[in-house]
């Protein structure tokens, strides 16, 4: 059993930035594809990006291409998700997944953290 937790979330005005954190405990975390995933409200949870146990593969969705990059720190159990030039349409509440393989589908991982919210002003 793997538990997740998200910090680093908060409110920030369009065009800054926010750094995710996903920390792990009750295994290593290196054992784990890790995926972010977001929800806004009204909206269906959407994926934003992934990176394989080792970190030589990571990938994200077209919408957040040259401004979120993830990365994982595997010495201490966590996984990042750097945002950069935020949007206001990145509004959204975010959470990290943890499963067996690199995946972008949600079914692919089998924990979840809580999600921590993510708002972005005008």
């Known amino acids: 059993q793997v538990q997740l937790v998200e910090s680093g979330g908060g409110l920030v005005q369009a065009g800054g930035s926010l750094r995710l954190s996903c920390a792990a405990s009750?295994?290593?975390?290196?054992?784990?594809?890790v995926g972010w995933f977001r929800q806004a409200p009204g909206k269906e949870r959407e994926f934003v990006a992934s990176?394989?146990?080792?970190?030589?593969?990571?990938t994200n969705t077209n919408s957040v291409k040259g401004r979120f990059t993830i990365s994982r720190d595997n010495a201490k159990n966590t996984v990042y998700l750097q945002m950069n030039s935020l949007k206001v349409e990145d509004t959204a509440v975010y959470y990290c997944a943890a499963g067996p393989l690199f995946s972008v589908q949600a079914a692919g991982y089998d924990y979840w953290g809580q999600g921590t919210q993510v708002t972005v002003s005008s």
């Open positions: 990176i394989s146990r080792s970190g030589g593969t990571a």
């Open positions: 009750g295994r290593t975390l290196s054992g784990y594809a």
